[in-house]
């Protein structure tokens, strides 16, 4: 079942239902920031201080990075503008009982044009299910070419960061975000202080591994992955989360970022696909 609804203040969002699970999906953004499986504990992490004002990216849920992750285009607000921009429900179908499918889309505009002058299609395609399925397509509509970086910012609701490891990045080459210094990442990820990379030549699934859980990330179209925890101080210095929010999630990014850059020629097309389960 497909529910358009709102919040007092008029934000907008789609409620999206099967039997196997539920996601809340805003139009902003085409922000994905609830999921759950049906009966279970939600597997993306809102802040708890989000106001879900218009105009202001959440924090929590899934961001959409595009068409620059970070300050990878520093011309841009950092990671873009699509994470506010106003999408359109396309269409949406109930696939079976226990899955549901939905695409939203967004064009570019006179004030979009002025940030970054180009003519594009993007198309966010969900299905949910136990699984959710992301794939963020890029259409160059314009008659020049252009660059874009991106990202799924997924934000993991996690029993507390001391419990977690990231299996799947051992071996890989990283930018270390902090010192700006590239190393190769030894075994699991585990974390005791602020953390921010950005690993690149990924082709494999990658594991979080809780307490009590596990979370698959198996991504397409991209090589690159982000993982980052703000940690105590930065923590406080964000937007939009407490103090020791930072205990409670932990962001891996499906990323196309830094060398993962794509160019689009006229006419041309990227999909960024990501598989949480
Ligand atoms: C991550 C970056 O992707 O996003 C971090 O690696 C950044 O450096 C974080 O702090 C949050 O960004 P924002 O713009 O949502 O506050």
């Known amino acids: 079942m497909v529910e358009f609804k709102k919040f007092e203040n008029g934000f907008e969002y789609v409620e999206v239902s099967n039997n196997a699970a539920r996601a809340r999906i805003a139009l902003q953004g085409a922000h994905i920031f609830h999921f759950a499986r049906t009966n ?45 921009g106003m999408w359109r ?14 695409t939203f889309t967004l064009n570019d505009t006179k004030q979009s044009r002025e940030l970054w002058n180009h003519s594009f299609l993007l198309e966010l395609k969900v299905i949910l299910s136990e699984t959710l399925i992301m794939e963020l397509t890029t259409t160059n ?52 202080e602020e953390f921010d990379c950005v690993f690149q030549e990924v082709g494999s699934e990658i594991l979080l591994i809780d307490k009590n859980s596990t979370i698959s990330i198996k991504n397409e179209g991209s090589s690159s992955v982000v993982v980052w925890n703000p940690w105590i101080e930065k923590c406080k210095r964000m937007s939009g989360m ?21 160019i689009l020629e006229p006419k041309e097309y990227h999909t960024l696909k990501a598989t949480i389960c």
Not at 161 to 184: C, F, M, Q, R, W
Request: with cysteine.
């Open 141 to 192: 509509l314009d008659d020049k070419p252009f660059k874009i970086t991106q990202a799924f910012h997924t934000y993991f609701q996690i029993s507390d960061i001391s419990n977690i490891a990231i299996e799947g990045l051992s071996d890989k080459p990283y930018l270390d975000a902090l010192t700006d210094k590239h190393h190769v990442q030894k075994g699991d990820i585990t974390f005791f």
């Open 89 to 102: 429900v396309e269409n949406h179908r109930e696939i079976d009982e226990n899955s549901t499918q939905i």
């Open 242 to 262: 407490r103090d020791d929010a930072y205990r409670e999630f932990v962001c891996i990014e499906s990323a196309n970022a830094f060398e993962d850059f794509k």
């Open 40 to 84: 279970e504990e939600p597997i993306l992490w809102l802040s708890d201080t989000s106001d879900f004002e218009i105009g202001k990216a959440l924090r929590g849920g899934i961001p959409l990075c595009w068409p620059s992750f970070g300050m990878n285009n520093p011309d841009l607000p950092q990671h873009g503008f699509a994470r506010v």
